[in-house]
């Protein structure tokens, strides 16, 4: 999945999990620990897909471009008076 939903992602690891269940791999505790990991996984993706589908603000679009071509001029202005 190059871009999953989180439905996606919890389908597949509770279809993952079924079958550590029916082989008999995991026990009670071990299930448990599997659904805190996926239910902190989902969270993960949802916080991400959030954060992706609001735009910066203005301030962020300004100062940071800004901020780092200050910083690239110093960067210049040090190494020429060290004389490389």
């Known amino acids: 999945m ?3 939903s989180v ?3 919890k389908q597949a690891l509770a ?3 079924r079958n ?3 082989q008999d791999l995991v026990d009670t505790y071990q299930r448990s620990d599997l659904n805190h990991v996926q239910q902190q996984l989902t969270r993960a993706i ?3 897909k959030r954060i992706r589908s609001k735009p910066l603000p203005v301030s962020s679009t ?3 471009p800004s901020l780092s071509w200050v910083y690239g001029y110093l960067v210049f202005l040090k ?3 060290v004389g490389l």
């Open 7 to 9: 439905q996606q992602v």
């Open 79 to 81: 190494l020429d008076s």
């Open 20 to 22: 550590l269940v029916e």
């Open 62 to 64: 300004i100062c940071i």
């Open 15 to 17: 279809q993952r999990q």
């Open 46 to 48: 949802g916080g991400i």
């Open 2 to 4: 190059s871009e999953p």
